[in-house]
Protein backbone atom coordinates (compact mmCIF):
# COMPACT_ATOMS: atom_id res chain seq x y z
CA UNK A 1 0.00 0.00 0.00
CA UNK A 2 1.27 3.17 -0.94
CA UNK A 3 1.79 5.96 1.88
CA UNK A 4 0.03 9.07 2.19
CA UNK A 5 4.00 10.35 2.15
CA UNK A 6 5.86 8.43 0.30
CA UNK A 7 6.94 11.14 -2.38
CA UNK A 8 10.08 11.76 -0.89
CA UNK A 9 11.18 8.02 -0.84
CA UNK A 10 12.64 5.15 -3.37
CA UNK A 11 12.20 2.45 -1.44
CA UNK A 12 9.46 0.30 0.07
CA UNK A 13 9.43 0.79 3.95
CA UNK A 14 10.83 -2.45 5.27
CA UNK A 15 7.62 -4.65 6.88
CA UNK A 16 9.27 -5.13 10.28
CA UNK A 17 10.03 -0.91 10.24
CA UNK A 18 6.02 -0.73 9.29
CA UNK A 19 4.58 -2.95 12.06
CA UNK A 20 6.75 -1.57 14.52
CA UNK A 21 5.74 2.34 13.71
CA UNK A 22 2.17 1.58 13.16
CA UNK A 23 0.08 2.75 15.43
CA UNK A 24 -3.32 2.05 14.51
CA UNK A 25 -3.84 -1.02 16.97
CA UNK A 26 -4.41 1.50 19.33
CA UNK A 27 -5.12 5.02 18.23
CA UNK A 28 -8.34 3.76 16.35
CA UNK A 29 -10.11 3.88 19.66
CA UNK A 30 -9.79 7.75 18.99
CA UNK A 31 -11.71 7.27 15.53
CA UNK A 32 -14.89 9.34 16.64
CA UNK A 33 -12.58 12.28 18.09
CA UNK A 34 -10.49 12.00 14.90
CA UNK A 35 -13.24 12.26 12.72
CA UNK A 36 -14.66 14.65 14.49
CA UNK A 37 -12.10 17.20 14.60
CA UNK A 38 -11.91 16.65 10.90
CA UNK A 39 -15.32 17.94 9.83
CA UNK A 40 -15.17 20.97 12.00
CA UNK A 41 -11.81 21.37 10.11
CA UNK A 42 -13.49 20.57 7.14
CA UNK A 43 -16.34 23.16 7.80
CA UNK A 44 -12.97 25.94 8.48
CA UNK A 45 -11.70 25.51 5.33
CA UNK A 46 -15.04 26.11 3.90
CA UNK A 47 -15.43 29.19 6.25
CA UNK A 48 -12.41 30.62 5.32
CA UNK A 49 -12.18 30.31 1.79
CA UNK A 50 -9.44 27.64 1.60
CA UNK A 51 -12.00 25.15 -0.10
CA UNK A 52 -15.78 25.97 -1.31
CA UNK A 53 -18.48 25.66 0.36
CA UNK A 54 -19.76 22.89 -1.69
CA UNK A 55 -16.32 21.19 -1.16
CA UNK A 56 -16.00 21.66 2.47
CA UNK A 57 -19.69 20.53 2.63
CA UNK A 58 -19.20 16.75 0.66
CA UNK A 59 -15.87 16.30 2.78
CA UNK A 60 -18.39 16.55 6.13
CA UNK A 61 -20.83 14.51 4.64
CA UNK A 62 -18.39 11.55 3.33
CA UNK A 63 -16.29 12.29 7.30
CA UNK A 64 -20.09 11.94 8.50
CA UNK A 65 -20.56 8.63 6.50
CA UNK A 66 -17.60 6.83 7.82
CA UNK A 67 -18.02 7.59 11.55
CA UNK A 68 -21.60 5.46 10.93
CA UNK A 69 -20.25 2.89 9.38
CA UNK A 70 -17.59 2.75 11.94
CA UNK A 71 -20.11 2.93 14.75
CA UNK A 72 -22.47 0.11 13.15
CA UNK A 73 -19.81 -1.84 12.69
CA UNK A 74 -20.12 -1.97 9.15
CA UNK A 75 -16.75 -0.47 8.54
CA UNK A 76 -13.45 -2.05 10.13
CA UNK A 77 -10.13 -0.58 10.41
CA UNK A 78 -7.48 -2.17 7.99
CA UNK A 79 -4.36 -3.15 9.80
CA UNK A 80 -1.96 -1.96 7.15
CA UNK A 81 -2.92 1.88 7.99
CA UNK A 82 -0.43 3.15 9.44
CA UNK A 83 -2.34 5.15 12.16
CA UNK A 84 -6.49 6.08 12.54
CA UNK A 85 -5.35 9.30 10.64
CA UNK A 86 -4.62 7.84 7.47
CA UNK A 87 -7.26 5.31 7.67
CA UNK A 88 -9.70 8.03 7.82
CA UNK A 89 -8.30 9.93 4.59
CA UNK A 90 -7.98 6.90 3.03
CA UNK A 91 -11.55 6.00 2.88
CA UNK A 92 -12.70 8.99 2.35
CA UNK A 93 -10.26 9.70 -0.49
CA UNK A 94 -11.84 5.95 -1.75
CA UNK A 95 -15.68 7.22 -1.04
CA UNK A 96 -15.31 11.05 -2.09
CA UNK A 97 -12.51 10.71 -4.67
CA UNK A 98 -9.40 13.13 -4.85
CA UNK A 99 -11.42 15.88 -2.75
CA UNK A 100 -10.82 13.38 -0.21
CA UNK A 101 -6.87 14.05 -0.54
CA UNK A 102 -8.05 18.51 0.56
CA UNK A 103 -8.68 17.60 3.78
CA UNK A 104 -5.34 17.97 5.18
CA UNK A 105 -4.93 21.35 3.56
CA UNK A 106 -3.63 23.19 6.51
CA UNK A 107 -3.23 20.58 9.11
CA UNK A 108 -0.61 17.95 9.95
CA UNK A 109 -0.80 14.77 11.67
CA UNK A 110 1.10 16.41 14.48
CA UNK A 111 -1.63 18.75 15.60
CA UNK A 112 -4.40 16.16 14.48
CA UNK A 113 -3.53 13.67 17.29
CA UNK A 114 -3.13 15.94 19.76
CA UNK A 115 -6.38 17.39 19.53
CA UNK A 116 -7.69 13.55 18.97
CA UNK A 117 -6.01 12.53 22.22
CA UNK A 118 -7.33 15.93 24.26
CA UNK A 119 -10.87 15.68 23.27
CA UNK A 120 -10.86 11.91 23.87
CA UNK A 121 -9.05 12.09 27.49
CA UNK A 122 -11.91 15.23 28.11
CA UNK A 123 -14.77 12.09 27.53
CA UNK A 124 -12.79 9.81 29.53
CA UNK A 125 -12.08 12.25 32.63
CA UNK A 126 -15.70 13.22 32.59
CA UNK A 127 -16.45 9.11 32.96
CA UNK A 128 -13.88 8.56 35.82
CA UNK A 129 -15.61 11.83 37.64
CA UNK A 130 -19.02 10.15 36.98
CA UNK A 131 -17.57 7.23 38.80
CA UNK A 132 -16.62 8.79 41.40
CA UNK A 133 -19.34 10.83 42.53
CA UNK A 134 -21.05 7.56 42.68
CA UNK A 135 -18.36 6.65 44.94
CA UNK A 136 -18.92 9.98 47.25
CA UNK A 137 -22.85 9.43 46.69
CA UNK A 138 -22.35 5.90 48.51
CA UNK A 139 -20.13 6.97 51.40
CA UNK A 140 -22.44 9.32 52.05
CA UNK A 141 -25.06 6.80 53.00
CA UNK A 142 -22.48 4.52 54.33
CA UNK A 143 -21.41 7.06 56.70
CA UNK A 144 -25.10 8.31 57.90
CA UNK A 145 -25.36 4.66 58.78
CA UNK A 146 -22.76 4.71 60.57
CA UNK A 147 -22.56 8.02 62.33
CA UNK A 148 -22.63 7.41 65.75
CA UNK A 149 -21.03 3.33 65.13
CA UNK A 150 -17.80 3.46 67.63
CA UNK A 151 -14.85 1.85 66.16
CA UNK A 152 -11.08 2.00 67.23
CA UNK A 153 -8.55 4.93 65.40
CA UNK A 154 -5.52 4.28 64.75
CA UNK A 155 -2.10 5.64 63.99
CA UNK A 156 0.75 3.28 63.63
CA UNK A 157 -1.86 0.54 63.13
CA UNK A 158 -1.99 0.65 66.69
CA UNK A 159 -5.19 1.47 68.45
CA UNK A 160 -5.48 5.29 69.63
CA UNK A 161 -8.53 6.75 70.20
CA UNK A 162 -12.35 5.97 69.50
CA UNK A 163 -13.76 7.67 66.72
CA UNK A 164 -16.82 6.36 64.77
CA UNK A 165 -17.22 4.49 61.28
CA UNK A 166 -19.02 7.49 59.85
CA UNK A 167 -15.73 9.41 60.45
CA UNK A 168 -13.68 7.05 59.27
CA UNK A 169 -15.58 6.56 55.91
CA UNK A 170 -15.96 10.75 55.36
CA UNK A 171 -11.92 11.04 55.41
CA UNK A 172 -11.87 8.76 52.36
CA UNK A 173 -14.64 10.91 51.30
CA UNK A 174 -12.75 14.31 51.60
CA UNK A 175 -9.68 12.44 49.48
CA UNK A 176 -11.58 11.52 46.87
CA UNK A 177 -13.71 14.85 46.60
CA UNK A 178 -9.73 16.00 46.26
CA UNK A 179 -9.37 13.55 43.54
CA UNK A 180 -12.54 15.11 40.99
CA UNK A 181 -10.84 18.57 41.88
CA UNK A 182 -7.83 17.42 40.16
CA UNK A 183 -8.79 15.57 37.53
CA UNK A 184 -11.46 18.99 36.78
CA UNK A 185 -8.61 21.49 37.16
CA UNK A 186 -6.27 19.16 35.23
CA UNK A 187 -9.60 19.11 32.06
CA UNK A 188 -9.72 22.71 32.48
CA UNK A 189 -6.42 23.46 31.42
CA UNK A 190 -6.39 20.81 28.86
CA UNK A 191 -9.31 22.16 27.13
CA UNK A 192 -6.85 24.43 24.21
CA UNK A 193 -7.31 23.40 20.58
CA UNK A 194 -3.89 22.74 18.99
CA UNK A 195 -5.66 22.43 15.95
CA UNK A 196 -4.01 24.42 13.20
CA UNK A 197 -0.42 24.65 14.88
CA UNK A 198 0.44 22.20 11.41
CA UNK A 199 3.33 20.35 11.72
CA UNK A 200 5.17 23.22 14.47
CA UNK A 201 5.00 26.10 12.63
CA UNK A 202 1.52 27.11 11.97
CA UNK A 203 0.40 27.68 8.05
CA UNK A 204 0.67 30.05 5.22
CA UNK A 205 -3.43 29.17 4.63
CA UNK A 206 -5.96 31.92 6.10
CA UNK A 207 -7.10 29.87 8.66
CA UNK A 208 -9.81 30.80 11.49
CA UNK A 209 -8.45 28.90 14.28
CA UNK A 210 -11.32 30.23 16.34
CA UNK A 211 -13.68 28.12 14.65
CA UNK A 212 -12.49 24.81 15.20
CA UNK A 213 -11.72 25.42 18.30
CA UNK A 214 -15.51 26.67 19.43
CA UNK A 215 -16.88 23.86 16.94
CA UNK A 216 -15.15 21.17 18.77
CA UNK A 217 -15.70 22.47 22.40
CA UNK A 218 -12.33 24.23 23.46
CA UNK A 219 -12.49 26.93 25.60
CA UNK A 220 -9.51 28.97 22.70
CA UNK A 221 -7.05 27.52 20.76
CA UNK A 222 -3.38 27.45 22.30
CA UNK A 223 -1.20 30.73 21.84
CA UNK A 224 2.25 28.54 20.67
CA UNK A 225 1.97 26.54 17.52
CA UNK A 226 5.67 24.63 18.65
CA UNK A 227 3.52 23.84 21.68
CA UNK A 228 0.94 23.04 20.27
CA UNK A 229 2.08 19.73 19.04
CA UNK A 230 4.43 18.78 21.61
CA UNK A 231 2.63 19.52 24.76
CA UNK A 232 1.42 16.36 26.75
CA UNK A 233 1.42 17.86 30.27
CA UNK A 234 -2.13 17.62 30.22
CA UNK A 235 -1.52 13.55 29.65
CA UNK A 236 1.11 13.92 32.73
CA UNK A 237 -1.63 15.88 35.09
CA UNK A 238 -4.36 13.43 34.58
CA UNK A 239 -2.16 10.54 34.99
CA UNK A 240 -0.85 12.16 38.20
CA UNK A 241 -3.94 12.61 39.43
CA UNK A 242 -5.22 8.93 38.47
CA UNK A 243 -2.01 7.92 40.50
CA UNK A 244 -3.37 9.44 43.46
CA UNK A 245 -6.80 8.53 43.03
CA UNK A 246 -5.61 4.65 42.50
CA UNK A 247 -3.29 5.54 46.31
CA UNK A 248 -6.59 6.66 47.79
CA UNK A 249 -8.36 3.69 46.46
CA UNK A 250 -5.23 1.37 47.52
CA UNK A 251 -5.17 2.46 50.85
CA UNK A 252 -9.25 2.11 51.40
CA UNK A 253 -8.84 -1.35 50.33
CA UNK A 254 -5.72 -2.22 52.51
CA UNK A 255 -8.13 -1.47 55.25
CA UNK A 256 -11.03 -3.23 53.76
CA UNK A 257 -8.48 -6.40 53.11
CA UNK A 258 -7.44 -6.00 57.16
CA UNK A 259 -11.03 -5.79 58.86
CA UNK A 260 -12.02 -8.45 56.96
CA UNK A 261 -10.09 -10.77 58.57
CA UNK A 262 -10.83 -12.94 61.59
CA UNK A 263 -8.08 -10.63 63.63
CA UNK A 264 -10.58 -7.44 63.18
CA UNK A 265 -13.62 -8.90 61.89
CA UNK A 266 -15.12 -4.91 61.21
CA UNK A 267 -16.97 -5.83 57.86
CA UNK A 268 -17.86 -8.83 56.00
CA UNK A 269 -17.35 -8.62 52.17
CA UNK A 270 -20.03 -10.34 49.64
CA UNK A 271 -19.56 -13.45 48.16
CA UNK A 272 -19.95 -11.81 44.70
CA UNK A 273 -16.77 -9.79 45.35
CA UNK A 274 -14.23 -12.35 46.67
CA UNK A 275 -13.23 -15.78 46.12
CA UNK A 276 -12.39 -19.16 47.50
CA UNK A 277 -8.56 -21.22 47.93
CA UNK A 278 -8.18 -24.29 45.52
CA UNK A 279 -6.94 -26.10 48.51
CA UNK A 280 -8.43 -24.97 52.26
CA UNK A 281 -12.40 -24.64 51.86
CA UNK A 282 -13.11 -22.32 54.82
CA UNK A 283 -11.17 -19.39 52.85
CA UNK A 284 -12.62 -16.33 51.65
CA UNK A 285 -10.78 -14.45 50.21
CA UNK A 286 -10.53 -10.35 49.56
CA UNK A 287 -9.41 -10.71 46.02
CA UNK A 288 -11.15 -7.70 44.43
CA UNK A 289 -9.38 -5.19 46.94
CA UNK A 290 -5.82 -6.75 46.63
CA UNK A 291 -6.47 -6.70 43.17
CA UNK A 292 -7.28 -2.92 43.12
CA UNK A 293 -4.58 -2.47 45.35
CA UNK A 294 -1.98 -4.19 43.17
CA UNK A 295 -3.12 -1.82 39.98
CA UNK A 296 -2.28 1.05 41.60
CA UNK A 297 1.66 -0.15 40.76
CA UNK A 298 0.29 0.35 37.14
CA UNK A 299 -0.99 3.19 37.37
CA UNK A 300 1.98 4.30 38.63
CA UNK A 301 4.17 3.01 36.19
CA UNK A 302 1.86 4.33 32.97
CA UNK A 303 3.13 7.69 34.76
CA UNK A 304 6.43 7.22 34.76
CA UNK A 305 6.33 5.98 31.25
CA UNK A 306 5.20 9.17 30.09
CA UNK A 307 7.24 10.70 32.31
CA UNK A 308 10.14 9.00 30.93
CA UNK A 309 9.17 9.53 27.54
CA UNK A 310 9.11 13.21 27.66
CA UNK A 311 12.03 14.42 29.75
CA UNK A 312 14.60 14.51 27.00
CA UNK A 313 12.64 15.70 23.95
CA UNK A 314 13.97 18.56 22.14
CA UNK A 315 10.63 21.10 20.39
CA UNK A 316 8.55 20.24 18.67
CA UNK A 317 7.10 16.92 17.73
CA UNK A 318 8.88 13.40 17.91
CA UNK A 319 8.02 10.53 17.24
CA UNK A 320 8.55 9.19 21.25
CA UNK A 321 5.47 10.54 21.68
CA UNK A 322 3.90 7.88 20.27
CA UNK A 323 4.55 6.35 23.07
CA UNK A 324 1.88 8.60 25.15
CA UNK A 325 -0.95 7.02 23.82
CA UNK A 326 -0.75 3.61 25.38
CA UNK A 327 0.46 4.60 28.61
CA UNK A 328 -2.69 7.51 29.15
CA UNK A 329 -5.00 4.76 27.53
CA UNK A 330 -3.84 1.52 30.01
CA UNK A 331 -4.28 4.39 33.27
CA UNK A 332 -7.41 5.12 32.34
CA UNK A 333 -9.24 1.52 31.84
CA UNK A 334 -7.51 0.91 34.83
CA UNK A 335 -9.08 3.29 36.89
CA UNK A 336 -12.52 2.53 35.35
CA UNK A 337 -11.82 -0.39 35.85
CA UNK A 338 -11.39 -0.40 39.75
CA UNK A 339 -14.13 1.87 40.46
CA UNK A 340 -16.39 -0.06 38.85
CA UNK A 341 -15.33 -2.99 40.64
CA UNK A 342 -14.91 -1.08 44.23
CA UNK A 343 -18.07 0.72 44.09
CA UNK A 344 -20.83 -2.60 44.22
CA UNK A 345 -17.92 -4.20 46.20
CA UNK A 346 -18.76 -1.19 49.35
CA UNK A 347 -21.97 -0.79 48.31
CA UNK A 348 -22.76 -4.78 49.38
CA UNK A 349 -20.40 -4.84 52.29
CA UNK A 350 -21.55 -4.89 55.61
CA UNK A 351 -19.90 -3.28 58.72
CA UNK A 352 -20.02 -4.83 61.99
CA UNK A 353 -20.77 -2.10 64.74
CA UNK A 354 -20.69 -4.91 67.59
CA UNK A 355 -17.00 -6.01 66.29
CA UNK A 356 -15.57 -2.33 66.28
CA UNK A 357 -17.00 -1.49 69.70
CA UNK A 358 -16.02 -4.78 71.33
CA UNK A 359 -12.46 -3.64 70.04
CA UNK A 360 -12.74 0.07 71.31
CA UNK A 361 -13.03 -1.68 74.65
CA UNK A 362 -9.05 -3.62 74.33
CA UNK A 363 -6.29 -1.23 74.19
CA UNK A 364 -6.39 1.91 76.68
CA UNK A 365 -8.73 4.00 73.83
CA UNK A 366 -10.29 6.02 76.13
CA UNK A 367 -6.63 7.17 78.24
CA UNK A 368 -7.06 10.37 76.89
CA UNK A 369 -10.05 11.07 78.05
CA UNK A 370 -8.47 10.22 81.02
CA UNK A 371 -5.66 12.39 80.80
CA UNK A 372 -8.34 14.99 79.50
CA UNK A 373 -10.58 14.52 82.74
CA UNK A 374 -7.60 15.86 85.12
CA UNK A 375 -6.72 18.79 83.33
CA UNK A 376 -10.15 19.61 83.47
CA UNK A 377 -9.95 19.45 87.56
CA UNK A 378 -7.13 22.27 86.84
CA UNK A 379 -3.36 19.83 86.39
CA UNK A 380 -1.62 20.65 83.84
CA UNK A 381 -1.55 18.46 80.26
CA UNK A 382 1.67 16.75 81.04
CA UNK A 383 1.32 16.16 84.67
CA UNK A 384 -1.99 14.19 83.50
CA UNK A 385 -0.21 12.78 80.91
CA UNK A 386 1.79 11.25 82.79
CA UNK A 387 -0.56 9.81 85.76
CA UNK A 388 -2.58 8.50 83.13
CA UNK A 389 0.49 6.45 81.67
CA UNK A 390 1.18 5.45 85.15
CA UNK A 391 -2.43 4.09 85.86
CA UNK A 392 -2.40 2.22 82.65
CA UNK A 393 0.69 0.64 83.40
CA UNK A 394 -0.67 -0.76 86.35
CA UNK A 395 -3.66 -2.22 84.18
CA UNK A 396 -1.65 -4.18 82.63
CA UNK A 397 -0.08 -5.35 85.10
CA UNK A 398 -3.10 -6.46 87.02
CA UNK A 399 -5.13 -7.15 83.57
CA UNK A 400 -8.02 -4.81 84.00
CA UNK A 401 -8.88 -1.40 81.92
CA UNK A 402 -9.89 1.99 83.12
CA UNK A 403 -13.79 0.73 83.67
CA UNK A 404 -12.94 -1.88 86.18
CA UNK A 405 -10.45 0.06 88.32
CA UNK A 406 -12.34 1.23 91.80
CA UNK A 407 -11.98 4.85 92.61
CA UNK A 408 -10.14 4.33 95.25
CA UNK A 409 -7.42 3.00 93.01
CA UNK A 410 -7.71 6.42 91.09
CA UNK A 411 -7.45 8.24 94.25
CA UNK A 412 -3.91 6.46 94.83
CA UNK A 413 -2.75 8.64 91.63
CA UNK A 414 -4.38 12.14 92.53
CA UNK A 415 -6.90 13.02 95.05
CA UNK A 416 -8.99 14.87 91.34
CA UNK A 417 -10.61 11.91 90.43
CA UNK A 418 -13.82 11.32 91.12
CA UNK A 419 -17.03 9.11 90.13
CA UNK A 420 -17.51 11.14 87.15
CA UNK A 421 -14.41 9.67 85.81
CA UNK A 422 -16.35 6.61 84.87
CA UNK A 423 -18.41 8.42 82.40
CA UNK A 424 -15.61 10.54 81.10
CA UNK A 425 -13.82 7.05 80.06
CA UNK A 426 -17.45 5.82 78.16
CA UNK A 427 -16.57 5.47 74.78
CA UNK A 428 -19.56 6.65 73.49
CA UNK A 429 -18.92 9.88 75.81
CA UNK A 430 -15.36 10.31 74.50
CA UNK A 431 -16.68 10.04 71.01
CA UNK A 432 -19.68 12.81 71.15
CA UNK A 433 -17.07 15.19 73.58
CA UNK A 434 -15.39 15.69 69.96
CA UNK A 435 -17.30 18.39 68.96
CA UNK A 436 -14.14 20.30 67.42
CA UNK A 437 -14.38 21.33 63.63
CA UNK A 438 -13.73 18.24 61.92
CA UNK A 439 -13.98 16.08 64.58
CA UNK A 440 -15.49 12.74 65.12
CA UNK A 441 -18.62 13.62 67.51
CA UNK A 442 -21.87 11.64 65.31
CA UNK A 443 -23.13 15.55 64.62
CA UNK A 444 -19.79 16.77 62.81
CA UNK A 445 -20.41 13.44 60.88
CA UNK A 446 -23.57 14.57 60.45
CA UNK A 447 -22.43 18.03 58.97
CA UNK A 448 -19.28 16.37 56.53
CA UNK A 449 -21.91 14.18 54.88
CA UNK A 450 -23.86 17.17 54.56
CA UNK A 451 -20.98 18.93 52.95
CA UNK A 452 -20.41 16.02 50.61
CA UNK A 453 -23.94 15.73 49.40
CA UNK A 454 -23.97 19.66 48.21
CA UNK A 455 -20.76 19.18 46.67
CA UNK A 456 -22.56 16.69 44.88
CA UNK A 457 -25.26 18.55 44.04
Known sequence: MAKMWAGRFSVQTDKLADDFNSSISFDSRMYSEDIRGSIAHAEM?????????????????????????????ELKFDPECEDVHMFVEQVLTERIGDLGKKLHTARSRNDQVAVDLRMYLRSETDE????????????????????????????????????????????????FIRDVGRLEDAKRRMNVSPLGSCALAGTTYPTDRNVTSRLLGFDAPCL????????????????????????????????????????????????????????MPQKKNPDMAELIRGKTGRVYG??????????????AYNKDMQEDKEAVFDAFDTVKKC??????????????????????????????????????????????????GQIVARCIADGKDLQSFSLDVYKEYSPLFD???????????????????????????????????????
Open 128 to 175: VTKSLKKLLALLADKAQEGADAIMPGYTHLQRAQPVTLGQHLMAYAMM
Open 45 to 73: LGETGIVTREEADALKKGLEGILGDLDSG
Open 302 to 315: DLVTLLTVMKGLPL
Open 224 to 279: NSMDGVSDRDFALELMSALSILMMHLSRFCEEIILWSGVEFGFVELSDAFTTGSSI
Open 419 to 457: TDLYEAVDPAVCVKKRRSLGGTAPENVLKQIEYVRSFLN
Open 339 to 388: LGVFVPMLSEARFRPERMLAAVKDGFINATDLADYLVGKGLPFRAAYKTV
